[in-house]
Antibody, heavy 118, light 107 residues
Framework: QVHLVQSGAEVKRPGASLKVSCKAS????????IHWVRQAPGHGLEWVGW????????KSSERLQDRLTITGDTSANTAYLELSSLTSDDTAVYFC???????????WGQGTPVTVSS | EIVLTQSPATLSLSPGERAALSCRAS??????LAWYQQKPGQAPRLLIY???NRATGIPARFSGSGSGTDFTLTISSLEPEDFAVYYC?????????FGQGTNLDIK
């Protein structure tokens, strides 16, 4: 069975950096791409970025690409999202999701709530 | 970036009724479109991929149609557990994008 387990809730100050992990089980990380999607309180889904763990290739949303780093640790079967220079606009639940059928997001982590507040 | 516009924003129906949710793309996405269901406090769940194919374990009352710029998710007879928010998602062009969602609530 495929499972994605994310790290716990975070509270950060403006200007700080964030690192969220997404540990995969039931399959090998390098076999499928991982996406990150976030959802601000009361809002819809926003695509954040993507990594192909097999070759380390990444893509990020234009809005976040200057502050965003997505990595994968194949030895730990885990993907990571790092976001720097946080503002209150980054307050959201961050989801990781694995591609499945035809590259759509078939498996999802439970979400990591992130609050940015002074 | 391809913009996906969902309508209506809110749809109020009763169990047993038929629901039709729309997703319109600002340019053609061919059939590279999916639908997800999200309930409060949960991650989204993939319902439909490639515009019209049901994902594993999705009941037959859910169906998708359309191609190019106009897509529809139809729920033939609403069950109580179907009341949720629905999102469309395109993977035709980078960057990926989601619609703003349709909230399907109980009348």
């Amino acid at each position: 069975q495929v499972h994605l387990v994310q790290s716990g809730a975070e509270v950060k100050r403006p200007g700080a950096s964030l690192k969220v992990s997404c540990k995969a089980s039931g399959y090998t990380l390098t076999d499928f791409a991982i996406h990150w999607v976030r959802q601000a309180p009361g809002h819809g889904l926003e695509w954040v970025g993507w990594i192909s763990p097999s070759d380390g290739n990444t893509k990020s949303s234009e809005r976040l690409q200057d502050r965003l780093t997505i990595t994968g640790d194949t030895s730990a079967n885990t993907a990571y999202l790092e976001l720097s220079s946080l503002t209150s606009d980054d307050t959201a639940v961050y989801f990781c999701a694995r591609e499945g059928v035809r590259y759509f997001l078939e498996y999802w982590g439970q979400g990591t709530p992130v609050t940015v507040s002074s | 970036e391809i913009v996906l516009t969902q309508s209506p924003a809110t749809l109020s129906l009763s169990p047993g009724e038929r629901a039709a949710l729309s997703c319109r793309a600002s340019q053609s996405v061919s059939s590279n479109l999916a639908w997800y269901q999200q309930k409060p406090g949960q991650a989204p769940r993939l319902l439909i991929y490639d515009a019209s194919n049901r994902a594993t374990g999705i009941p037959a009352r859910f169906s998708g149609s359309g191609s190019g710029t106009d897509f529809t998710l139809t729920i033939s007879s609403l069950e109580p557990e179907d009341f949720a928010v629905y999102y469309c998602h395109q993977r035709a062009n980078w960057p990926d994008s989601f619609g703003q969602g349709t909230n399907l609530d109980i009348k």
